[in-house]
Antibody, heavy 117, light 112 residues
């Protein structure tokens, strides 16, 4: 099982960034997908999730209206479009998958997003 | 939102000795389907988290049987029967019953 994130980097406040996550080794289309972030030296925070077929998306209040999550099951890929970025969005962003009833759960290695002028 | 509170936040343990981490939630974690979606994760220094336990007490594949989870409702515990050097790092409980899912603050286990 592999989840490989990419797209992180340094961006100015107010800027945009698009994260990607490519999955392999499991049936991607059967998993909910989510982004969890971890600010430097801090704990874990749920950001958003998307249902297996993409029909349902949920965002935490702090990113609602700024972040857009999507997936392409044909490409085993997950995306996070991040707009109007703020300093408090600085974190490692992990791509995480889980099945219904949470019987399986996999994490990627993370990609670092730094929002700074 | 459901707040998850772990204790202790720092846990120094002698090799071979047991360790226990408590996790409490501000609301019952029993979902409408009867399941309790309480997970435990371990994060080694410089690595991404790895899940150890799901639905209170089910070990993930490859997790040593020295790890066990217990509890119900709002009170949960992760126990390590005999701590090994590879167990150092941060431990997080996480609830997935209520939106948004939420994590505890983390408990740092270190070897004395």
């Amino acid at each position: 099982v592999h989840l490989v994130e990419s797209g992180g980097g340094l961006v100015h406040p107010g800027g945009s960034l698009r994260l990607s996550c490519v999955a392999s080794g499991f049936t991607f289309s059967m998993h909910w997908m989510t982004w969890v972030r971890q600010a430097p030296g801090k704990g874990l925070e749920w950001v958003a999730n998307i249902k297996q077929d993409g029909s349902e998306k949920n965002y935490v209040d702090s990113v609602k209206g700024r972040f857009i999550m999507s997936r392409d099951n044909a490409e085993n890929s997950l995306y996070l479009q991040m707009n109007s970025l703020r300093a408090e969005d600085t974190a490692i962003y992990y791509c995480v998958s889980y099945t219904d009833y949470w019987t399986l759960c996999y994490w990627g290695q993370g990609t670092l997003v730094t929002v700074s002028s | 939102d459901v707040v998850m509170t772990q204790s202790p936040l720092s846990l120094p343990v002698t090799l071979g000795q047991p360790a226990s981490i408590s996790c409490r939630s501000t609301q019952s974690l029993v979902y409408s389907d009867g399941n309790t979606y309480l997970n435990w994760f371990h994060q080694r220094p410089g690595q991404s988290p790895r899940r150890l336990i799901y639905k209170i007490s089910n070990r993930d594949s490859g997790v040593p049987d020295r790890f066990s989870g217990s509890g119900s409702g709002t009170d949960f515990t992760l126990q390590i029967s005999r701590v090994e050097a590879e167990d150092v790092g941060l431990y997080y409980c996480m609830q997935a019953t209520h939106w948004p899912p939420s994590f505890g603050q983390g408990t740092r286990l270190e070897i004395k």
